[in-house]
């Protein structure tokens, strides 16, 4: 009897700790680079040519970096 006790108690105290409140973190770092003869790299390369944007809307060549 005392042994179903102790478990009765055992598992009504991961109850109640399931009932509080959690912290999760995350953290996530990738990078982008479009590929010399892909579509996106070939649209990309020819976009940096064009003489109707500025310095800041060309589309970097280098790794992009993707911090999350």
């Known amino acids: 009897m005392q ?3 102790l478990i009765a108690n055992s598992h009504l105290k991961v109850a109640k700790l399931a009932l509080l ?3 999760d973190f995350v953290a996530d770092a990738s990078g982008t ?3 010399k003869y892909t579509m996106e790299g070939v649209g990309n390369f020819d976009t ?3 003489q109707n ?3 800041k809307q060309k589309i970097n ?3 992009s ?3 999350f």
């Open 65 to 67: 970096p993707n911090f």
């Open 33 to 35: 680079h479009f590929g």
């Open 21 to 23: 409140p959690s912290l």
């Open 3 to 5: 042994e179903r006790i």
């Open 48 to 50: 940096n040519f064009s």
């Open 61 to 63: 060549e280098n790794v």
């Open 53 to 55: 944007i500025t310095d």
